[in-house]
């Protein structure tokens, strides 16, 4: 069981952290995801990270802004957002799967077999 929090209604160049708390000790082994969703939009592969946290992935409109980093001893991977930007604003979900992710395939979300609850991410101009 996935338990995605920490969003919430920022301005323009502001910072969030996301966190993705898990049920399983064993979520170190995973492959985790975060995507989000917009009004109307499809959801959308935003960062994601390998089993063990050695590699991380992101899609081009965060990479730098956005850092994703596991926790292994509180079965817990965390989204630094800085610099937000209006385009950012979406619902926010954790997603994980045993198997490794490439970049080629990090943002597909029918990759990703365990999904916690969104958590909604509001920035303003």
């Known amino acids: 069981q996935l338990q995605a929090s920490g969003g919430g209604s920022v301005q323009t160049g502001d910072l969030l952290r996301l966190s993705c708390a898990a049920s399983d000790p064993r979520f170190g082994d995973y492959a985790v995801g975060w995507f989000r969703q917009a009004p109307g939009k499809e959801r959308e592969g935003v960062a994601c990270i390998s089993p063990g946290g050695s590699v991380t992935y992101y899609r081009s409109s965060v990479e730098g802004r956005f850092s994703v980093s596991m926790d292994r001893a509180k079965s817990a991977v965390y989204l630094q957002m800085n610099s937000l930007k209006p385009e950012d604003t979406a619902l926010y979900y954790c997603?994980?799967?045993?198997?490794?992710?490439?970049?080629?395939?990090?943002?597909?979300?029918?990759?990703?077999?365990?999904w916690g609850q969104g958590t909604e991410v509001t920035v303003s101009s």
């Open positions: 997603a994980a799967d045993r198997r490794p992710k490439r970049y080629s395939n990090f943002n597909n979300p029918n990759l990703y077999y365990y």
